[in-house]
């Protein structure tokens, strides 16, 4: 990839005969406005195309090779941090989000206590999974179409846009139709069938990283995504597999100031999936937002014991509702605040 | 799950029986013949299912539920070890098999004269990428369609059995109708969409462990593939991640024992990508052959400096004929002979 | 071991005559007086001892086995946490407790100016290797004794309590009479010699997590030293190994929370060496105070890129000034006050 | 480091002029004698030391930094292999040696029944532990002196020479006393105030990796032996931390071929620690000798269910006959032969 810096006040004329100029030579072509300057990522099939036609045209400024092994992905590609509106929820800028909700979407009065109960604490975006990828074949496997009704339901009745897991490429489609964010699931990070599908698709993708995977493998999964046209692309951290098993997994905090030295995308950590045991999470939310991440997720159930998938992990209301009046004021202290609290008016209606 | 057991000496209407009555409850059954008896594996879903009407039936000594978390892969459904058929080569049976050739299909000429080289020094499936995973969206991605034809091509003509990798479940029966084994790779092994389309095909299957996959994850993901009807199943260790950085990965042999002790499916290792460095290769595959495998996947190339992936981990032919001749005493030291070399006749033809 | 519960309000006579009772049989007796009451934590050689005769002594509620394999480190033997008095500075209470300076004292400017800057930015207690352990024998090995000396000469001109490493039993003595707590490094958490000996110390002592070391097994190498008679122990987390090679090593920040619910000791974390890149030390650093953890220990240098070991983690003053400032408004909102800053008067003097 | 290389066939006078030169510059230098040529290590103080001088000697071909981090225990020092003597027993030569017998010595009987076995079975080397390393302080800390005294006693009734763990600089001498190789156990491969203090002793040293140390470490680690004066050392692979919970620790067998290339030490394997359960003890075994190892550490114990450490890993005797037969042919393939089994004559008398 070739990256091609426009001069400072470049006509947008100027910019589009760069891309059509490309695109003559079968060259595909990104632009990125940024605050001062555009640049313009061209994908060259080798490093000998050559682009000396592109340099000469007006407005150009420089054209030089990436040095990173990901391009789009990367900050030499585009300085400045990218923002995804999921929905009207704004994740990358100043606010620090809360996505919460069940592991699974077990029933409509499931769903919809979570959601009510996310809202009212300040959470932002509905997570709850319809197709649950299970270790082992005899799991529960989600409730599938009808999960993603539900949670739809319950996310627009308390005004939370939704994020949900997609496995299979062929249901790229259904999930999109349904919910705000498309996430892809640690076992999936190197699937590449359903990186190219969900890089076709048009609304924003978590990716989450795998239990093994390296910072620049993410990065580099990323890419594929971006590659394939979805820039609204939002970075997730779950935890790692280490030696140590107190825990589940060993949350890998680092990776946040790690990747927004490398990456312009979001980074949310998941602190649940990490820990595998409530009691860690709120101590967990709270690093992670000191740390410097855009955000959360955290799971939740009204009857955590009960709970089809990740009981051990989920929050209950009560400890939910207290981990993020802890986080509130450390968000404040980090120029990073959360949602207000909207306590629930009519708890015994 | 649970486990019928029936009596030695059941008659073949007895067993039918029992299938018939489980189905009558919307029951999946799954006969597997054993030497002395018969057992049938009763998928049920829940714990609660009453089979009592089953265990009375002619012929059944027994009905059990499995205590193992895998239920199709274990040593308890069946005791004696799987022997899989690829192309007329058993694979779990007394012969330690090798399999071996180049990580891409590259040209006709790479590819015949690997099978050609393969063949003469007793290798007997030829291996060959034609859909590459690659880390980064960027690098060769394999010839596709392309490649799997040169590759059935050559290996018809040497008489090799054919391993090639499948990534998209829409490319499963594609892939089938050209190769003997299907392939799954490290970074799909609980690609769940992937292991159901291959658990619908009546091709064997040869899964390789992720690197950060534990030994009851692998076979759990195996128990998805035998669940969805198909038991040619192969599992194949390739290096886990761990903290040392001199070699790409860590091959653990200990998961030959470990995995016999629990399942009666053949392990395969792969020295190449454990060790990623072609000089430490011949020492593992004699430590896999010494540990108890049923054989190994090693990468060969006509001139690894040129291999369009993984040439640093690619044997040259020399090489290659040089381990092949290390190893056969040691098979006849473990009773698990390799096929007899052939050496090239008409060298200078 | 046994734990001898008195009831609330016991006299002292009573808790001495347990203590006694137990001395008698030659077992070990070590008292610990909680707010509400007295528990005594009885060493026993073997789980057959019998203690009936202490259980009927006056005052005396309850006796029970402990049932964590750590014993004078648990919850279930102290429930209150340890607070560690080091040369005045508290580690444990209610205060954020940054310890900082070089990782080598090199000279007595370079100590001296570390030392200043420290003070001046609200930092509590100076670091400062004496002795050095190196991958490598032909490494810088440390200034030794003199190291020792000018430590504590700039750590008392700026009223700060020292802390140094010590790495054979038989400077032990040596190394207590000059600083104010005593580290033991990671690889020497399991050496049991050099345990015992501190164990025997006067001093407060730092026991550093190994790269490979679990949280239990930190908990029973610090077990050896409060047996040994010493419970001035303080923990810290310094970063795992891991495969991700990002960063040096993979701060386990989770470790906080997991050992505060099984053990009463303060807890410090040490960004410095667990990122081994100083562009991440902020971040992690406030992510250790928001995680809950007492401590940091930070590595800075009045010119990084000239320190004789360690120089890519350590602070630039600057940088450490900034971070502090950083720290100081997260605090509040944890209720974790860090010292206020002493703005250094006559810079220019 | 430099090295100094003679020229082949230089006199031994000019060897000693060189020698002496770099003594009277107060530089260390080590020489080592090949077949071919003698080359001299000299450890000097920093890289602008100046050899002029000795290049300029008669017999002096060519003086060179060494450009490994590790200096005397690597290939570019000495490229032919070292053979350690330990009690008349070669390790590192055409045998393959099977060190085996007890975790800890716990009676006279016990560790007699050992040798007595491992010596009729065509073990070489008896260890038994008489210090022992244990997590716990509240741990079975072994016999001390009477052990060893029970272990060299035992070892002389049967003609095998010992191995036995020291863990405090203190002991290093009343261990080489009794015993004929002093074992640096896991937790101490970085405890340099050993390292250095078995460096000045006389006796052969075993050193193992320690649980996450890399090969680099352990090369380094054991440098420091070397740089003390103590070539006699034995290294020794025994299992590092993976994620994989299966088994206690992963064999990693690849360190064989990996330290055989860079340095010119022995290589033994210790399967029982790597696989912490018996069961998969022999094919460890199998696959240590075939993959190139000098030899292998073998727990034995007349009854492992009452073992007072480690009965979980300890072979009994019938496995141990049983692993001893089934390694004897893979010996012959491998030209690395085994001793040969000598039956005990009078079992019953």
Do not use: W
């Amino acid at each position: 990839m070739m990256i091609v810096t426009m001069r400072p006040g470049a006509a947008v004329s100027e910019i589009g005969a760069v891309i059509r100029t490309c695109q003559a030579q079968d060259l595909i072509a990104v632009p990125s406005h940024g605050a001062h300057r555009t640049v313009i990522g061209v994908v060259t099939a080798d490093r000998s195309t050559d682009l000396s036609d592109v340099a000469d045209l007006p407005g150009v400024e420089q054209v030089s090779p990436v040095s990173a092994s990901f391009k789009l992905v990367g900050r030499e590609f585009r300085e400045e941090p990218t923002v995804v509106d999921a929905g009207g929820v704004r994740i990358g800028g100043e606010e620090f989000v809360v996505m919460a909700g069940p592991c699974s979407v077990e029933t409509p009065d499931q769903i919809e206590a979570c959601a009510r109960q996310v809202a009212a604490c300040g959470g932002r975006i509905l997570r709850g999974g319809a197709y649950k990828p299970r270790t082992s074949p005899y799991s529960f496997q989600g409730l599938g179409e009808e999960g993603l009704e539900l949670l739809a339901r319950a996310g627009a009745r308390h005004g939370l846009p939704t994020i949900t897991e997609v496995m299979h490429p062929d249901l790229v489609a259904t999930v999109a139709a349904r919910a705000d964010i498309l996430q892809i699931g640690a076992r999936n990070v190197q699937n590449y069938a359903l990186l190219e599908a969900v890089g076709r698709a048009r609304k924003p993708v978590m990716l989450k990283r795998g239990l093994m995977t390296t910072i620049e493998e993410l990065l580099l999964a990323a890419e594929y995504i971006l590659a394939g046209g979805n820039r609204q692309v939002i970075l997730c951290e779950r935890g790692i597999r280490t030696f140590e098993t107190s825990t589940r997994n060993t949350l890998d905090v680092t990776a946040v100031p790690v990747i927004k030295a490398q990456s312009h995308l979001p980074v949310i950590l998941d602190p649940s999936h990490a820990a595998g045991l409530r009691e860690f999470v709120p101590a967990l939310a709270r690093a992670a937002l000191a740390a410097g991440a855009d955000g959360i997720m955290i799971e939740t159930h009204p009857d955590p014991a009960r709970a089809l998938s990740d009981g051990r992990q989920s929050l209950d209301f009560d400890t939910f509702a207290a981990m993020m009046d802890e986080l509130r004021p450390i968000g404040e202290a980090m120029r990073r605040p959360l949602a207000p609290a909207e306590p629930l008016e009519e708890e015994t209606a």
